[in-house]
DNA sequence: GCCAACGTTGGC
DNA sequence: GCCAACGTTGGC
């Protein structure tokens, strides 16, 4: 089992509207950048783990689990002219975009706030992508160290 | 709202 | 294939 951690705005999907979907489970549309793609449509499997962070807010920061419930698998919006994400040249044939469907596990019992992961200043955090400078991967993988040591702060 | 960092686009 | 221009991300 691999570990993840997912960024995604708390105006435009948060954790409590992936609790609120019917199974708490949704797909997670609207990816279009490849290397986070790559990672949905090879990588990611069934009963992965995903840290839930909520971007682009207030206190950025982790607030909950998920769970891998479907592999990667087309995105359909990209083919839709009225869709946000739209784009013309992924083709229905030879899609360009994937998403996976992921299940809401727990929130936590607090958000640990990105700033919080910074001030640890821990060796096992260290090469987490998400408190590199300049970082802007919105799926990125996760070691079992880091996930371990992370969910330690939570209480 | 600002702006640094980064990815993508497109002219050459 | 280079690289300037542009658009987006996302913390602050």
Redesign the pocket.
Known sequence: MQYWLM?S?PETFGIDDLAACPKGTDHWD?V????ARNMMRDQMRAGDRVLF??????V?GIVGIAEVVREGYPDHTAFDPDAKYYDP?SDPDKPRWYMVDVKFVRKLKRTIS??EL?EEHADALEDLP?L???????IMPVTAQQWEYILGLES
């Open positions: 960024k705005e609207g279009r950048n490849y290397q962070y909520h971007s682009n807010t207030k950025p040249k990105l700033q910074k998400l590199r400078r300049g970082n802007r991967l919105s």
